[in-house]
Antibody, heavy 118, light 108 residues
């Protein structure tokens, strides 16, 4: 059974850093496309970043240069390093597995809340 | 930047059909997906490749496409279908995903 579990969220001051983790089971992270999506309180879904199986990575303009997506094969986990955090980065962050053939996000984690506030 | 536009809300009576549209430039050239999100829960994929249904998703959910608009159709809508729905597509020109603005479906 495919499962994704995010961790590492919490309260951080503007300008601070945080690293989110997404532990996967039931499949291998390194051979799949993995992505992060966020949802600000009361708002819609916003795509954040994706890492392909060939290690190519892409970012939304809103986080480019501040966030870094990565993975660890030994831990079968996905990460999102978030630097220079802003109040507008406050959101629930979801990790998801992407189906390579159709670009759909077929499995999602339960989400983790990140709050950026002074 | 690429945008996908959805109506903010759709109301439907139980047993009737709900139509949720998603419009975007040259959307027909892309592969559209649809997600259902209930309050406090993670999104769930209900349609991929514009008209394909994942295993476990009821047959009353279907997808179609015409022109620059993708449509999610819920036939015989049930109270449990009340949720927010989002379309999504991959924009190769910017190498990024785009989500629609979201539609709240209310079953009256």
């Amino acid at each position: 059974e495919v499962q994704l579990a995010e961790s590492g969220g919490g309260l951080v001051q503007p300008g601070g850093s945080l690293r989110l983790s997404c532990a996967a089971s039931g499949f291998t992270v390194s051979t799949n496309y993995m992505t992060w999506v966020r949802q600000a309180p009361g708002k819609g879904l916003e795509w954040v970043s994706i890492i392909f199986s060939d290690n190519n990575r892409y970012y939304a303009d809103s986080v480019k240069g501040r966030f870094i997506i990565s993975r660890d094969s030994s831990k079968n986990s996905l990460y999102l390093q978030m630097n220079s955090l802003r109040v507008e980065d406050t959101a629930v962050y979801y990790c998801a597995r992407v189906s390579a053939g159709d670009s759909a996000m077929s499995y999602w984690g339960q989400g983790i809340l990140v709050t950026v506030s002074s | 930047s690429y945008e996908l536009t959805q109506p903010p809300s759709v109301s439907v009576s139980p047993g009737q059909t709900a139509y949720i549209t998603c419009s975007g430039d040259k959307l027909g050239d892309k592969s559209a997906s649809w997600y259902q999100q209930k309050p406090g829960q993670s999104p769930v994929l209900v349609i991929y490749q514009t008209n394909m249904r994942p295993s476990g998703i009821p047959e009353r959910f279907s997808g179609s496409y015409s022109g620059n608009t993708a449509t999610l159709t819920i036939s015989g809508t049930q109270a449990m279908d009340e949720a927010d729905y989002y379309c999504q597509a991959w924009d190769s020109s910017t190498a990024g995903y785009v989500f629609g603005t979201g539609t709240k479906v209310t079953v009256l």
